[in-house]
């Protein structure tokens, strides 16, 4: 995983910028009121005009993403950073400032809002929540220099601001040229886009190996948004059953076939009840939910996969049956196709059917699944015109395949990706994609399940079951190959996207992810952190170093860079824990911290316990305010809000989302000084703490569990969670 985890250090950069940007607004600011005269208003204009420039692109960054790419958003950003830091850097007045700052400010909004969704686009799930804990890591280093210069720079007679904001565009320069010749593009987008070979190639590169075939088949049916997702549950074991010239024949009724993509390569799975936890959680709920009914169900169904998880003590399956790869060739010696929007290629009439080569570059270009994995003698009905003979020896895949046989279709976090078709109608069936997750040990067929015929050991699986994302009724009788699919740039594009939102799961997501970036922001942070120097001198922290001849601003810069380094260490053991304990469990465990250490911050500011105990407690307070917050509630908002949302509408969910974050973090920051002045700091602290206690009962009640589990996983469970919400709300 070595290229993924390069690829987010990198990516991570335009947070570090983000981070010395607050540091280095939050010192200058300072120095800036007394050399240009400002007043508090206009103080916090020129501390906010940033936050309005963020949240100004945000509105439309995350549907330009969707439409031009990750990659070169994140380009924009790294160059909106140089420029704004050679204006702030030449700004002759307050007016000229505030431009750079609203520059600075387009810059912060692209990174912030962007670079948590390219992560969990480029990073394994199994390592997603410390991969996206390095924008967090990476913030708070910037911070830490940046405090450091100004610290230095405080001992001038008259230290100089523009410098303080203006060194900036060092460091942002790396960023543009990193995110010019390094950063690849997200897969998943290229997916969406049609560009198969691009994205396979990306992959390679992430994963460090030549077979991605399985999460290329992840990524194709992640394009899908909505549709009527239900729990299923089977027991799995290997078909026996001969393949005779295409016709595949089971010997009982109520067995499924699921396929995969090499002949003959194929499973059984009998349906069963009560075996699965989360079959049994979607069907009742749990007795953890019976005894709480404000309980979200979706946190139910999170909870129940994560149960059984630490029940078998893995992530991974152990003892799953090898379901093969989808996507793979079945012959070395048959010839592969690339399967691409932008570089399909033909050769000659091999490959054009005896039905008119009525595939075309805009329509069918190839099936997922051929005729040696699905049968059209058998399973499904025949497309007219069908050349049984071509597809024989001309087997297309997503990539252009290496020949070899792969082993598996794990997609992460324990589960697999199977396909299956029904009849059921006689006349049309449907293809169906299907997610397994294996729950509890392996059985030998002289168990409970020896009806399934054959040898070998079965598992006991749940199972997210829906349409694939490719699959298309009405181009059934249109196409020579089955099952009909259409392409994935096809799936992407169909529909309006708003309409999207309107779809129960993205409805869903939309309040968790909301809510939680709205209740982050006003817990307070990125105020006190603007403000940082400013609180510490009016707790009299110039005590604590005034033997040493350090003067009050000096101290307080001096403090705070002590802060964030302290920061750092907490951070990375957030980054160990992110996909071990999990987001949820870390919100819970840590927001009382916050809550325990702003209820002591009020008791010093209001008792007198004399001058050096005051800003001793201050400090402390402070201190641990921050290092707790940035071990959860700093990061796993934006981890969340990249996590929960389908591909196709992942960039307008999380442009949503951050408009709402910088808004909130707009009014934080613009009153922080006007409620200084009125309420006091034990005011300002208590309003803080009461957030942090409804941040609590909000994480509880409604934030799920997503450690180790595929985007694609996650976006299904959320819409059957808001499926079983919405049927509990009618009984």
């Known amino acids: 995983m070595k290229g993924a985890i390069l690829v987010a250090i990198a990516a991570s950069i335009g947070n570090f910028l983000q981070g010395w940007d607050n540091a280095t607004i939050a010192g200058?600011?300072?120095?800036?009121?007394?050399?240009?005269?400002?007043?508090?208003?206009?103080?916090?204009?020129?501390?906010?005009?940033?936050?309005?420039?963020?949240?100004?692109?945000?509105?439309?960054?995350?549907?330009?993403?969707?439409?031009?790419?990750?990659?070169?958003?994140?380009?924009?950003?790294?160059?909106?950073?140089?420029?704004?830091?050679?204006?702030?850097?030449?700004?002759?007045?307050?007016?000229?400032?505030?431009?750079?700052?609203?520059?600075?400010?387009?810059?912060?909004?692209?990174?912030?809002?962007?670079?948590?969704?390219?992560?969990?686009?480029?990073?394994?799930?199994?390592?997603?929540?410390?991969?996206?804990?390095?924008?967090?890591?990476?913030?708070?280093?910037?911070?830490?220099?940046?405090?450091?210069?100004?610290?230095?720079?405080?001992?001038?007679?008259?230290?100089?601001?523009?410098?303080?904001?203006?060194?900036?565009?060092?460091?942002?320069?790396?960023?543009?040229?990193?995110?010019?010749?390094?950063?690849?593009?997200?897969?998943?987008?290229?997916?969406?886009?049609?560009?198969?070979?691009?994205?396979?190639?990306?992959?390679?590169?992430?994963?460090?190996?030549?077979?991605?075939?399985?999460?290329?088949?992840?990524?194709?049916?992640?394009?899908?948004?909505?549709?009527?997702?239900?729990?299923?549950?089977?027991v799995i074991g290997p078909a026996t059953d001969e393949v005779v010239d295409g016709d595949e024949h089971t010997t009982d009724k109520d067995k499924i076939r699921l396929y995969g993509s090499q002949q003959g390569h194929s499973w059984l799975a009998k349906p069963v009840t009560g075996q699965s936890s989360l079959g049994h959680v979607s069907r009742h709920g749990s007795i953890f939910n019976q005894t709480i009914p404000l309980m979200d169900p979706v946190v139910t169904l999170f909870g129940s996969v994560h149960e059984k998880l630490s029940d078998t003590g893995s992530m991974r399956s152990t003892h799953f049956p090898n379901f093969g790869s989808m996507f793979s060739t079945g012959d070395p010696n048959v010839k592969t196709e690339q399967w691409d929007e932008e570089s399909l290629q033909r050769d000659g009439e091999e490959y054009k059917s005896d039905g008119g080569g009525r595939d075309s570059d805009d329509n069918l270009h190839s099936p997922l699944l051929s005729h040696q994995s699905i049968s059209?003698?058998?399973?499904?009905?025949?497309?007219?015109?069908?050349?049984?003979?071509?597809?024989?020896?001309?087997?297309?895949?997503?990539?252009?395949?290496?020949?070899?046989?792969?082993?598996?279709?794990?997609?992460?976090?324990?589960?697999?990706?199977?396909?299956?078709?029904?009849?059921?109608?006689?006349?049309?069936?449907?293809?169906?994609?299907?997610?397994?997750?294996?729950?509890?040990?392996?059985?030998?067929?002289?168990?409970?399940?020896?009806?399934?015929?054959?040898?070998?050991?079965?598992?006991?699986?749940?199972?997210?079951?829906?349409?694939?994302?490719?699959?298309?009724?009405?181009?059934?009788?249109?196409?020579?190959?089955?099952?009909?699919?259409?392409?994935?740039?096809?799936?992407?594009?169909?529909?309006?996207?708003?309409?999207?939102?309107?779809?129960?799961?993205?409805?869903?997501?939309?309040?968790?992810?909301?809510?939680?970036?709205?209740?982050?922001?006003?817990?307070?942070?990125?105020?006190?952190?603007?403000?940082?120097?400013?609180?510490?001198?009016?707790?009299?922290?110039?005590?604590?170093?005034?033997?040493?001849?350090i003067g009050s601003e000096s101290a307080s810069f001096l403090i705070s860079s002590l802060t964030t380094l302290l920061m750092l260490p907490c951070i990375g053991l957030a980054m160990r824990l992110m996909d071990v304990s999990g987001r949820r469990q870390l919100l819970l465990v840590t927001i009382p911290v916050l809550i325990v250490s702003l209820l002591i911050l009020i008791i010093g500011s209001m008792v007198d316990f004399g001058r050096v105990v005051n800003a001793a407690v201050s400090t402390v307070c402070v201190v641990v305010y921050f290092c707790i917050f940035v071990m959860a509630y700093g990061p796993i908002p934006n981890i969340l809000c990249a996590e929960i949302f389908p591909t196709r509408v992942r960039g307008l969910c999380i442009a949503i989302c951050g408009l709402v974050f910088w808004i909130a973090d707009i009014i934080v920051t613009y009153s922080l000084p006007v409620m200084l002045s009125s309420i006091g700091l034990a005011g300002v602290f208590t309003i803080y703490a009461i957030v942090c206690f409804i941040s609590w009962i909000f994480v509880f009640f409604k934030v799920p569990e997503t450690k180790g589990m595929p985007l694609e996983i996650i976006t299904e469970f959320f819409a059957v969670g808001a499926k079983h919400a919405a049927s509990v709300k009618n009984e």
């Open 376 to 549: 059209h003698e058998k399973d499904m009905p025949p497309s007219p015109g069908s050349n049984v003979s071509s597809l024989r020896h001309h087997h297309n895949t997503l990539m252009q395949g290496s020949g070899e046989a792969v082993d598996s279709t794990d997609i992460g976090g324990g589960w697999q990706l199977a396909w299956k078709w029904t009849d059921d109608s006689k006349k049309e069936g449907e293809f169906k994609r299907i997610y397994l997750h294996q729950e509890g040990v392996h059985v030998s067929r002289n168990g409970s399940i020896a009806s399934i015929p054959g040898e070998g050991e079965f598992v006991q699986a749940a199972a997210l079951v829906s349409q694939s994302a490719l699959y298309s009724k009405h181009l059934i009788g249109q196409q020579p190959v089955g099952p009909a699919m259409v392409h994935p740039s096809e799936t992407s594009s169909k529909g309006p996207i708003w309409k999207a939102l309107l779809e129960p799961g993205v409805k869903h997501a939309l309040i968790v992810g909301i809510g939680i970036q709205l209740l982050q922001q006003f817990s307070g942070i990125n105020g006190v952190l603007y403000y940082t120097p400013q609180i510490l001198e009016e707790a009299g922290v110039e005590v604590l170093l005034s033997n040493l001849g």
């Open 28 to 234: 200058g600011i300072l120095y800036i009121k007394k050399d240009l005269g400002l007043e508090t208003s206009l103080e916090g204009l020129v501390v906010a005009v940033s936050l309005i420039g963020a949240t100004v692109i945000t509105t439309c960054s995350g549907t330009i993403s969707d439409r031009v790419g990750r990659k070169p958003m994140l380009i924009i950003s790294s160059m909106l950073y140089f420029l704004g830091g050679l204006v702030m850097l030449w700004s002759p007045n307050v007016y000229v400032l505030c431009l750079a700052r609203l520059l600075d400010g387009f810059g912060i909004g692209l990174a912030v809002t962007l670079v948590p969704v390219y992560i969990s686009e480029i990073a394994p799930s199994d390592i997603r929540g410390s991969l996206n804990t390095l924008p967090q890591f990476s913030g708070s280093g910037g911070m830490f220099l940046s405090y450091c210069m100004i610290f230095l720079m405080s001992f001038n007679a008259s230290p100089n601001w523009r410098l303080m904001l203006g060194v900036l565009s060092i460091p942002s320069l790396l960023y543009f040229l990193l995110t010019i010749f390094y950063l690849p593009e997200s897969p998943r987008w290229l997916v969406s886009k049609g560009k198969m070979v691009e994205a396979n190639k990306v992959l390679q590169r992430l994963r460090g190996k030549e077979d991605v075939s399985g999460e290329m088949a992840l990524l194709v049916e992640g394009l899908e948004v909505g549709g009527d997702t239900s729990i299923e549950e089977y």
